[in-house]
């Protein structure tokens, strides 16, 4: 065996392609790595498919409990979503795929790792950081940033090579799946004004054809982790595969945004992630009962410094453990049950429960139960106004625009 380098291997054109131009420009020893995070492959076909372009072998890491365990549930228990859309599925695996890729180049006494991402997209941030933060000896190949081809270039030298691969200029989508959701990319979606065809959604109905009944779930949770779907308890690849089917069936999960890239280009994604999107929703509800006002504001601000943190590649660092910290803390009292709705491409919350819910309804209601003191809310107005009326005496009253030109000053 000569030089060896371990290739992050989907399977896909660009990660095939790939261990031929590794042997034929640098003349590695391909060792083609499979991290399975729940994107259902077949391991023979793919372990075919990698020889057949010339790897030495392929290496199957089954990663899906600890993908669940330290990667989805934090991000989660934080309320991660990049610009309001994208619940960051693929971005989340990166950096456990980072891990993995630098464990199994010491177990094999690799002196390099290569990826297939090319140099206009965010993943090969997330992977070149996170290897060099794990392993700094480690060199870092990227085949398709290098050799700047276009798919269908990359098609043609699979096919000038014999090389099996999946993609036809026929079938151009790119695309990437976990247990947190699937990204699509490539062809016409790369048109913002061309609606999804039919062929791009696999793990949702069309919502205009779901049932006509909505299906009504129970959710539970224990300090912000979801651990049972209507009191059955599951481990957490099973409550998420789980999900994904009950919501996909009723066209819930699908997200089509033009998001801002790492790398200054805005792009067009359309991803599906029926799970993720049904747990964000039933999470923040619990949230809502369990956190008080200024938890729950401040909490939104560090939800966003999360998810930039996560899409930004920055998984392993000080300012992710900090943050990590302050939203483990939150967690504490968030536990109990949320029911959620799924009907025709929507989640709404029917219901939440919480034992260290911060609801009264001896104080909330209008009923006879009311214990509210209505008539401390005098005095409380009268403080809170002070500096209000203060102002407009002072000042306000005594301009000549007058009151009403506060909010058109010019």
């Given at each position: 065996m000569g030089n060896k380098i371990v290739l992050a291997y989907s399977g896909g054109l660009d990660t095939t392609v790939a261990i031929r131009w590794l042997k034929e420009s640098y003349g590695y020893d391909v060792i083609a790595l499979t991290i399975d995070v729940g994107n259902e492959k077949d391991f023979t076909v793919l372990e075919e498919r990698a020889r057949t372009a010339g790897a030495e072998k392929l290496v199957v890491r089954d990663a899906k409990q600890l993908f669940i365990e330290h990667f989805v549930w934090p991000a989660l228990q934080a309320d991660a979503v990049y610009e309001d859309g994208y619940p960051l599925a693929?971005?989340?695996?990166?950096?456990?795929?980072?891990?993995?890729?630098?464990?199994?180049?010491?177990?094999?006494?690799?002196?390099?790792?290569?990826?297939?991402?090319?140099?206009?997209?965010?993943?090969q941030v997330r992977f070149d950081v996170s290897i060099s933060a794990l392993a700094p000896h480690l060199k870092i190949v990227a085949p398709v940033r290098e050799w700047k081809w276009s798919r269908d270039d990359e098609i043609e030298f699979a096919r000038a090579n014999d090389i099996p691969i999946p993609v036809t200029q026929a079938n151009p989508y790119s695309t990437d799946e976990n247990l947190w959701g699937r990204s699509i990319?490539?062809?016409?979606?790369?048109?913002?004004?061309?609606?999804?065809?039919?062929?791009?959604?696999?793990?949702?109905?069309?919502?205009?054809?779901?049932?006509?009944e909505p299906?009504?779930?129970?959710?539970t949770f224990e300090r912000g982790?979801?651990?049972?779907?209507?009191?059955?308890?599951?481990?957490?690849?099973?409550?998420?595969?789980?999900?994904?089917?009950?919501?996909?069936?009723?066209?819930?999960?699908?997200?089509?945004?033009?998001?801002?890239?790492?790398?200054?280009?805005?792009?067009?994604?359309?991803?599906?992630?029926?799970?993720?999107?049904?747990?964000?929703?039933?999470?923040?509800?619990?949230?809502?009962?369990?956190?008080?006002?200024?938890?729950?504001?401040?909490?939104?601000?560090?939800?966003?410094?999360?998810?930039?943190?996560?899409?930004?590649?920055?998984?392993?660092?000080?300012?992710?453990?900090?943050?990590?910290?302050?939203?483990?803390?939150?967690?504490?009292?968030?536990?109990?049950?949320?029911?959620?709705?799924?009907?025709?491409?929507?989640?709404?919350?029917?219901?939440?429960?919480?034992?260290?819910?911060?609801?009264?309804?001896?104080?909330?209601?209008?009923?006879?139960?009311?214990?509210?003191?209505?008539?401390?809310?005098?005095?409380f107005i009268k403080i809170w106004g002070?500096?209000?009326?203060?102002?407009?005496?002072?000042?306000?009253l005594r301009e000549a625009e007058g009151p009403l030109a506060i909010a058109s000053p010019e």
């Open positions: 693929t971005a989340l695996a990166r950096p456990l795929m980072a891990y993995l890729m630098c464990e199994v180049a010491r177990e094999e006494s690799a002196t390099a790792v290569a990826h297939g991402c090319t140099g206009k997209g965010n993943d990319e490539a062809g016409v979606l790369e048109d913002p004004w061309v609606e999804p065809p039919d062929d791009v959604w696999t793990w949702t109905s069309d919502p205009r054809g779901a049932p006509d299906a009504y779930r129970t959710i982790r979801p651990l049972a779907i209507d009191d059955e308890r599951l481990d957490g690849v099973t409550l998420v595969r789980r999900l994904n089917e009950l919501a996909g069936a009723h066209g819930v999960g699908r997200v089509d945004q033009v998001e801002n890239r790492l790398v200054g280009i805005k792009s067009r994604e359309v991803y599906e992630a029926p799970a993720a999107v049904t747990l964000l929703a039933a999470h923040r509800a619990l949230e809502q009962l369990t956190l008080t006002r200024e938890q729950v504001r401040f909490k939104q601000r560090v939800s966003q410094e999360y998810a930039d943190l996560i899409y930004n590649g920055r998984w392993f660092t000080t300012h992710h453990r900090d943050l990590a910290a302050y939203v483990q803390s939150t967690q504490r009292h968030v536990s109990g049950d949320v029911r959620v709705r799924l009907h025709r491409g929507t989640v709404t919350i029917a219901g939440k429960r919480a034992p260290d819910s911060l609801y009264s309804l001896e104080q909330a209601t209008y009923g006879r139960e009311d214990q509210f003191d209505q008539d401390a809310a005098l005095g002070l500096p209000v009326r203060l102002q407009a005496e002072r000042q306000l």
